[in-house]
């Protein structure tokens, strides 16, 4: 046994976007492939939404709590369809019920990576909880001349097929960056008094004008930002 190394070993390290279920409502930013952990967090909320219906379908009709059958419980991060059985999952601290996606990429390609996630979620989200937007900066933004025909183009495919001919979802992309003081103050009017988690993975160089809206409009409303930073 003394030829082996010594081994130390710490952690495990939880990371801060598991702590979105602790919210009623989540604003999520991802830049460029930081989308990664949030499009997760969506799967999740879907899976956990998906699963309460379930439930409180199961319930409406007498089914499965009294014959012990597995019952839908929410889920963790994974394929929009399983279930599990009761008692499995820390589902039941699940709170959220408004959620806003942003993903800002300059490459129009990126769109692909998550085409297929992002066309599910805007299949079963029939209760509108997740807000989605993709923003594609390398495109000039809205209401500039060299961009009105891939917005006019845009929007007659969006209506007639339900397709954003930029991202290739039925999630409809803007073009440029967003105005974040703008995102902010939305929410803010739309959730006055309630506590908004804001959990952002990307380039360092957006974290600090994040960060400060959100102390922003913690202190000069009455909604409150609590902002996270993943790393991945």
Known sequence: MDSFPRVLIDGPYGAPAQDYKKYDVVLLVGL?????????????????????????????????????????????????????????????????????????????????WFKGVMNEVAEMDHKGVIEMHNYCTSVYEEGDARSALIAMLQSLNHAKNGVDVVSGTRVKSHFAKPNWRNVYKRIAVNHSNERVGVFYCGAPALTKELKQHALDFSHNTSTKFEFHKENF
Do not use: H, L
């Open 32 to 112: 460029g492939i930081g989308a990664t952990p949030m499009i997760s967090i969506v799967k999740d909320i879907v899976n956990n939404m998906k699963a309460m219906e379930e439930a409180e379908s199961a319930i409406e009709n007498g089914d499965g709590a009294s014959s012990g059958e597995e019952s839908p419980v929410p889920t963790g991060c994974g394929p929009i369809t399983p279930k599990r059985k009761a008692g499995s999952s820390n589902g039941n601290n699940f709170r959220t019920r408004r959620a806003y996606f942003y993903w800002v990429t300059r490459e129009q390609g990126s769109f692909d």
